[in-house]
């Protein structure tokens, strides 16, 4: 993808920066780990620190101190997420997650805040419905969806910004279909499939993603919301799906799990306090380099927070690693060898050491 602050390899693993930071990381941080795109989130940026602020620093990436490029999330999550108060065809009425103050946020204001931001890819605002809607739910939140992209497109009038689509229909095929048609039919710089991996299982996820990407074009990139474990995005990968974020890897480095060639690492567990092995190998990041697990064990175990943070640097260098093997065996035609190892040293579901 050539986006405006710079081209972007796909597939590609998309660290998360909800309010403008990767938790515990500095941008010269990601910048060394060869992150090549974050993403960020329109909402909460909305509410703290607020568009005016973002502005006077002439845009997100100045805001942030970061110089590629940036996707921003619409806000459309947060309808999932949140405490609300009204939805409808008009927009969203939130109770604010900092102070309790109503906000509202409908397509038009979405685009306004992204274009104020200044981000490379920005998201129409969707509705995202709940995991346990029934069929009519769904239905209604597919429906509303498509025209909420209709009037997202409408309003995206800028330059040197792209704007994708976003796919719902929940766990229903029919409504999956319907939904990559409508929104196809609009046109956009790439799609996303939203609403899944939110609690569905494992099966109906890829189920899912299998009959969205049927129509999906395949020139334009593909990208799943949400997707963040290994094995999950190397079954993606194989379905044909270009992008992928999750808070997944940073989440678990704060709380002493490693992503490693051989699957998860726990260092809080007491057969690390006196390994005086690197985190990982057959990696080059700076923990692993420096640092044994023996030192960020007594790290976790003093509740030192640099523990949290050479295990955040690792995690991010693991994921951006993955995503440049995975390119690599799809060029020289290995991705199901890779595919196979990793979705089998991830799926056992236990901690190998």
Same mark, same amino acid.
């Given at each position: ?8 390899e796909t597939?590609?693993?998309m660290p998360v920066?909800?309010?403008?930071n990767?938790?515990?990381l500095?941008?010269?941080?990601l910048e060394?780990?060869g ?7 329109t909402?909460h940026?909305?509410l703290?620190?607020g ?9 997100l990436h100045?805001?942030m101190g970061w ?14 997420s ?10 969203v009425?939130f /109770?604010?997650?900092?102070?309790g103050?109503?906000?509202?946020l409908?397509?038009e204001?979405s ?6 931001l200044g ?13 346990d809607?029934?069929?009519e739910?769904?239905?209604e939140?597919?429906?509303r969806?498509?025209r909420?992209?209709?009037r997202s ?13 976003i796919v719902?229909g ?6 999956r279909?319907e ?12 799609y ?9 299982? /494992?099966?109906?996820?890829l ?11 395949e ?9 963040g474990?290994p ?9 044909g799906v ?6 997944f890897?940073?989440r ?18 007491s057969y ?6 690197p985190?990982?190998?057959?990696c080059?990041?700076?923990?692993c380099k420096n ?5 960020i064990?007594?790290?976790?175990d003093?509740?030192?927070v640099?523990g949290q943070i ?5 995690n991010?260098?693991?994921m951006?690693?993955?995503?440049k093997e995975? /390119? ?10 890779l595919k ?5 040293v991830?799926?056992?579901?236990g901690v190998?050491?």
């Open positions: 993808m050539k986006l405006h602050h710079g081209a972007v597939p590609v693993f920066g909800t309010n403008a990767v938790k515990l500095t941008p010269r941080d060394e780990a992150a090549e795109i974050i993403l960020s989130n909402f940026l909305m703290k620190p568009v005016e602020i973002i502005k006077l620093h002439r845009g100045n805001f110089k590629r490029p940036i996707l921003t999330d619409s806000g459309g999550f947060q309808v999932f949140l405490p609300k108060i009204r939805i409808d065809d008009e927009g009425v /109770r604010s997650p900092i102070d103050s109503k906000i509202f409908n397509p204001i685009m306004e805040v992204q274009i104020a981000s490379d890819i920005c998201m129409v605002f969707d509705h995202c419905p709940v995991p809607a029934d069929y739910e769904v239905k939140a597919t429906e969806t498509y909420w992209a209709l497109k409408k309003a995206f009038k800028t330059e040197n910004q792209a704007l994708f689509g719902q929940g766990i229903y095929p029919d409504l279909r939904s990559a048609l409508q929104i196809t039919s609009i046109g956009f710089d790439g996303a499939i939203g609403g899944l991996s939110i609690g569905e299982e /494992r099966s109906l996820t189920e899912m993603t299998e009959v969205t990407v049927e129509f999906l074009p020139d334009k990139p593909r990208y799943f919301m949400g997707g474990s094995e999950l995005i190397l079954e993606l990968v194989n379905r270009d992008m992928f974020d999750s808070v890897p940073t678990i480095a704060r709380h002493g799990t490693a992503l490693t060639w051989n699957g998860k690492l726990n260092l809080k567990a690390n306090k006196r390994s005086l092995e985190v990982d190998e057959r080059g990041c700076y923990t640092f044994t697990r023996s030192y064990h007594h790290l976790f003093r509740g030192e640099l050479l295990l955040t640097i690792h991010i260098n693991f951006i690693s993955l995503m995975v /390119r690599r065996s799809i060029e020289d035609g290995t991705f199901n060898e196979s190892r990793v979705v089998e991830y799926s056992s579901g190998n050491v």
